[in-house]
């Protein structure tokens, strides 16, 4: 390490410069997925335009045989193809366009709402893994008087075992 401190900065930089990626790619996959939701709608009721841009940015390879339009779709798409289908039979069954949404149909819409965002949402996924890396002071203050604190770690949860006590002596 140098005296003016120039390697710490430079990891810095280098930290905060993968950390703009991964927002950068954060946003570009948010985008992606609210694009993928909003399609259908866009397609069936937007214009020429709307409709031509839908269609060049879901994949590619288009070809027209027997009047029937054939794409390619792009990777980012295909688990969204996959899921969609089960998800697709689980909205079908609440009948939300015959009658109005009622108590049940409700607790299934909430429920199925979700599902559909499980997983789904890259920032809030970011920051659970990222402060769950590390250790949670619990305090315990015991009948004798003075303060314990005991780091919790999320990879020993698992064991039997609580993680050891440590005292805390106030500085004289």
């Not at 965002?117 to 990222?130: A, E, K, L, T």
Request: aromatic share 6%; with cysteine.
């Amino acid at each position: 390490m140098c005296a003016n401190g120039r390697v710490g900065q430079a990891q810095t930089r280098r930290k905060l410069g993968k950390l703009r990626k991964n927002i950068k790619q954060d946003d570009e996959a948010m985008a992606k997925v609210n694009f993928a939701t909003d399609a259908r709608t866009n397609f069936q009721e937007g214009d020429n335009k709307d409709k031509k841009n839908i269609l060049l940015q879901i994949g590619t390879n288009r070809e027209l045989k027997d009047r029937k339009l054939i794409i390619t779709p792009y990777k980012w798409l295909i688990p969204i193809e996959k899921m969609i289908k089960h998800l697709e039979a689980k909205f079908i069954t609440l009948e939300l366009n015959k009658t109005p949404l009622n108590t049940k149909q409700n607790e299934a819409y909430t429920s199925l709402c979700r599902e559909l965002r499980r997983g789904r949402d890259i920032r809030s996924q970011i920051i659970v893994r990222r402060h769950s890396q590390f250790p949670r002071p619990q305090l315990t203050i015991p009948p004798a008087g003075g303060i314990w604190f005991r780091f919790s770690n999320p990879s020993r949860r698992q064991s039997s075992s609580p993680a050891p006590l440590h005292k805390y002596k106030k500085p004289s």
